[in-house]
């Protein structure tokens, strides 16, 4: 079991390195799903497996199928990795790194002086059942509440001014053809339709 | 009756505060009723003090009415309180009467005029001062007064301030009492620590007691004294403001540079008599200003050519008399000047100012001429009281100033320098005078009269000028009448005329300068030309016209001194502080919007720093 | 994330940064044997998907509008 949470542990320390250093964003996109799977392997061997199977199902399932969806989208290509050499220049990386740096000395200085006791054993899911329906119950709505939320402000940020134009033009067609107004709705009609 | 003797200022204060409040909402014929009103009650209420005083004096020969404590702090206590003897009686009738009697006439003199309502309550807060200044029991109160009279002097000569000259008339008004009052100040401080007190019948009493004749101490007070009533009574070297006070309407002229406020200084120094009469030097320092006075402003009238001015540099020289009788000790002599003089200048001036109004604003007298016949009231009325002014025998102003001309060689402290003086002065005042009035008012017109007086304008001058003429025969009754507030007049033996000589000499000293101006003036108006333009001539003419220099001087020696020392102080440190956390606040200002770049990996990159700090700063601190 | 400039990147790496903080907190919740470390990690979980969402639809946005995925490009807000 500890050998599986090493392992695992490797495997998503350099699949993340990895994810940063690519200059094809799709390349980065397939390293940080290993990764992500990585680390639910070490949910699993730390004896969460609930957790474990909603990153794998959400997580790598869910999120990072929107973010291949996007970039599939934009479609940006060869050109996408042109931008990348552009601007990822190796100066750039000497403050990140810095400061990195000081936060890994802490970690470590954390482990050395802090308290060494080896996680034993596992909670189970109905606990984290029990404690979602108990206590945290208001979490819950306030999280669904969250995602409705999410969800109306992705809709109306992902509406595509295309979409409206053909809506507006097909009202004043059917307005045309209802009243036999004349040029005014032509014109105006037009006027929607030429801008981009 | 007498204890409605609160009412005397209370009166036109609220009067005051009632126009300045509503004075723009109401009728003209309501303001005046107010402000005349206020005033005419006043008036009625001293008098029947007085008589109430008259028939039954009151214990100790003064009545005192006490308000409220004022201050109560460390055993400093002074109170609101009134303090009527026969010496303020007489001030505070003058003044009310007097003062309602302009205050008729300028309720048609103004009424024109689009800030009625702010004279009138300028007026009457004037009139308020000056009364509290005249009954105050205690120094801080009259000092009160004191500040209360210079303020509204300041409002009213500066009362048409849409002219800057007004404004700069008032302000150097202003400027040049405030000189004075600030030595005034101080010798209220210094009486105050010395003698722990400033109730003013205890005050002298005290200093009776411990001081001696000729005390450091009483000299100092006495001169700080003397420069505070230098300054309001425009006496040298404080002189400068008066004639250019004149920018302010004539009433104004004439109840507060002729007849009130410029006496305060005379008042001041009667009251505290005593401690100038422990001081003989300072005592003399009055004698030799009044005396000086009274010759430099005659010779300046002499030269003047607006009419306002000559009367203006009289009042000077005539309040020279007063300190003059001061200063040889003629206390009593003084005030009956006092009165006469409030009845003939302001007769006066309120004359003048139905010249300049009839001469369609006119003020040189020498594009006036032939009133005589166009405005007969007034002539007649100018006539009594300049005769009275120039101390034609048997009216009010001969008996004054012969009494003072008598007591500056025969007091204890006269001098027959001081005689010679009087003598002089009162050749000149002979001289002006009657300039003034064959200028105007005879010889040939030069300008139309344009307006009449009315009613309001002419009554106050008729009796004005009946009192200028009976006021002076209840001299001896009224002396008496001054003793218990004020010593009588010690005389010396070593006079070397008796008093009916001294007075005959006056006497004739007025006809010769009745027959100098008669021929300068009237018979050949050239002769005067001649006498101007002689070289010698010219240069008297002008330094005389010029108040002998006394503008230029102070100009030279304080005012540009002072505007250069302002100017090459213009960005002193102190400016360098409030500018310089100015500038601080732009330089973090500016360095601050750098950080603001709108890239949201500037902005990761704070975060993550800080947060390391943070994490850091919990771990290792 | 203060590395790259290419906007999608930048989510990406906000994911792994939550899925660090989640990580965390599982294996204190593993530790102290409570479930309340599990029950946050769903939190962030729910809060990721939301804040995906959106991002990516503004990403849309933004693309449609600059033409470009440059993170230095959208600093209209400097002061």
Excluded at chain 1, 74 to 101: D, F, H, R
Excluded at chain 2, 138 to 165: A, Q
Excluded at chain 2, 420 to 437: E, K, M, N, V
Aim: net charge neutral; glycine share 8%.
């Amino acid at each position: 079991m500890e050998l599986a949470f090493y392992i695992a542990g490797v495997v998503a320390v350099i699949s993340t390195f990895l994810m940063l250093t690519r200059l094809n964003v799709v390349h980065a996109l397939l390293y940080l799903i290993v990764s992500l799977l990585a680390v639910a392997v070490v949910f699993y061997t730390l004896g969460a497996p609930f957790v474990a199977a909603l990153e794998v199902i959400v997580y790598a399932g869910a999120i990072m199928v929107l973010f291949v969806f996007v970039v599939m989208m934009l479609n940006l290509g060869k050109q996408g990795v042109e931008m990348e050499k552009q601007w990822l220049t190796p100066g750039i990386w000497t403050g990140p790194v810095l400061l990195a740096g000081i936060l890994i000395i802490e970690v470590l200085y954390l482990v050395r002086v802090g308290t060494a006791s080896l996680p034993t054993g596992a909670v189970e899911p109905k606990e984290v059942g029990i404690a979602l329906f108990g206590p945290y119950l208001i979490g819950v709505e306030l999280a669904s509440m969250l995602l409705l939320a999410g969800l109306v402000g992705a809709y109306h940020l992902g509406f595509r001014k295309d979409e409206k134009q053909e809506i507006q033009h097909g009202r004043d067609t059917y307005e045309r053809r209802a009243t036999a107004s004349g040029n005014s709705v032509l014109a105006r009609t037009d006027r929607l339709a030429r801008t981009p | 009756m007498i204890s409605l003797l609160w009412l005397v200022p209370a009166l036109p204060l609220v009067s005051a505060l009632v126009l300045v409040l509503f004075g723009s909402r109401l009728s003209r014929g309501a303001v005046a009723a107010f402000g005349v009103g206020s005033i005419g009650l006043s008036a009625l209420i001293t008098i029947l003090a007085a008589l109430s005083f008259f028939s039954a004096p009151p214990a100790g020969n003064s009545y005192t009415q006490v308000l409220w404590t004022w201050i109560d702090v460390a055993g400093f206590k002074p109170e609101i309180s009134f303090y009527l003897d026969a010496l303020s009686l007489v001030m505070v009738l003058v003044v009310t009467f007097v003062g309602f009697l302009i205050h008729l006439y300028s309720a048609e003199f103004m009424v024109e005029d689009e800030g009625y309502s702010r004279f009138f309550a300028y007026m009457n807060l004037f009139v308020a001062s000056m009364i509290t200044l005249l009954l105050g029991n205690n120094l801080l109160l009259l000092y009160l007064g004191w500040e209360g009279v210079g303020l509204c002097s300041y409002l009213l000569i500066g009362f048409w301030y849409r002219e800057p000259v007004n404004g700069l008339a008032a302000r150097k008004a202003f400027i040049v009492t405030r000189v004075g009052d600030t030595a005034m100040s101080l010798g209220l401080f210094l009486l105050f620590t010395q003698l722990g007190t400033l109730q003013i019948q205890d005050l002298m009493q005290r200093a009776s007691q411990q001081w001696q004749s000729g005390s450091i101490y009483a000299l100092v007070a006495a001169l700080l004294l003397l420069g505070g009533a230098v300054g309001k009574s425009a006496q040298l070297p404080l002189q400068v403001w008066l004639p250019d006070a004149m920018a302010g309407p004539t009433p104004t002229s004439a109840l507060i540079h002729a007849a009130t406020m410029v006496t305060a200084g005379v008042y001041l120094i009667a009251r505290t008599h005593v401690l100038f009469a422990l001081a003989p030097a300072a005592q003399l320092a009055v004698a030799i200003v009044g005396a000086g006075t009274l010759l430099l402003a005659g010779f300046s009238a002499l030269t003047q050519h607006d009419i306002k001015r000559v009367l203006a540099y009289s009042t000077v020289s005539q309040i020279g008399y007063m300190f003059l009788a001061l200063g040889v000790g003629a206390w009593q002599a003084a005030i009956f000047h006092f009165m006469a003089h409030a009845f003939f200048k302001a007769l006066l001036f309120l004359g003048a100012g139905v010249v300049i109004d009839a001469q369609h604003d006119e003020h040189s007298i020498f594009r006036m001429g032939g009133l005589r016949k166009e405005l007969p009231i007034t002539f007649w009325t100018f006539l009594i009281g300049g005769c009275s002014l120039a101390g034609l025998p048997f009216t009010a102003g001969f008996f004054a100033k012969d009494l003072i001309i008598w007591a500056a060689l025969s007091a204890e402290g006269g001098q027959p320098g001081f005689w010679i003086a009087g003598i002089i002065g009162a050749l000149l005042t002979s001289l002006y005078t009657f300039r003034l009035i064959f200028r105007v008012f005879f010889g040939p017109s030069n300008t139309p009269v344009t307006k009449r007086p009315g009613y309001a304008m002419t009554v106050p001058l008729l009796l004005l000028a009946a009192l200028s003429i009976v006021g002076g025969n209840i001299k001896e009754p009224f002396l008496a009448f001054l003793h218990p507030s004020l010593p009588a007049t010690i005389e010396s033996a070593s006079a070397f005329l008796t008093e009916v000589q001294s007075e005959a000499t006056a006497a004739t000293v007025f006809l010769i300068g009745l027959y100098c101006a008669y021929l300068f003036h009237l018979q050949k108006g050239t002769l005067a030309d001649a006498l101007v333009v002689n070289p010698v001539g010219r240069t008297l003419h002008q330094w005389w016209f010029s108040g002998w220099g006394f503008d230029w001087i102070y100009d030279k020696a304080f005012v540009q001194p002072f505007i250069r020392a302002a100017e090459i102080n213009k960005s002193d440190f102190v400016d360098a502080f409030y500018t310089g956390v100015a500038r601080w606040a732009e330089l973090f200002y500016r360095g601050l919007s750098q950080t603001e770049t709108g890239r949201v990996r500037w902005y990761a990159m704070g975060m993550a720093a800080g947060s390391v700090v943070f994490i850091a700063m919990v771990l290792f601190l | 994330m203060l590395v790259r400039r290419d906007l999608i990147v930048v989510l990406m790496s906000l994911e792994v940064m939550l899925n660090a903080a989640g990580l965390a907190f599982v294996v204190a919740g593993a530790r102290w044997h409570q479930a309340d470390g599990q029950v946050v990690f769903l939190f962030i979980l729910a809060m990721a998907a939301a804040e995906v969402a959106v991002g990516l639809a503004l990403v849309m946005q933004i693309y449609r509008r600059f033409k470009s995925l440059d993170v230095d490009a959208l600093s209209e807000m400097r002061g």
